[in-house]
């Protein structure tokens, strides 16, 4: 391998990781075979259940900014 998979940067036969973004080599080959033999059960569970954190996580953080701005133009209108 002459090329990272991820950024294209260029790395050594003997590097087991990018030195530019920290990919695994092996795990990135391991991923790409399983994906190839059409074995996604390790990952589409991982991936619905991340999927709905990742939604409850940023409704709760826009809810946070949201309120925070109010709270400010409320502070700010009383001065």
Known sequence: MDHCPKCNAA?????KECPACGI????????EDN???GNLSRYSGLAAA????FNWTILI?????????LYYLRMKAGE
């Not at 695994?24 to 991923?31: P, Y």
């Not at 953080?61 to 701005?69: A, K, L, Q, S, Y």
């Open 35 to 37: 994906v190839a033999s």
């Open 61 to 69: 953080i826009v809810c946070t900014v949201v309120m925070g701005i």
């Open 24 to 31: 695994f080599f092996s795990k990135w080959k391991e991923r």
């Open 50 to 53: 991340t999927s709905s954190e």
């Open 11 to 15: 790395v050594n036969d003997a590097d």
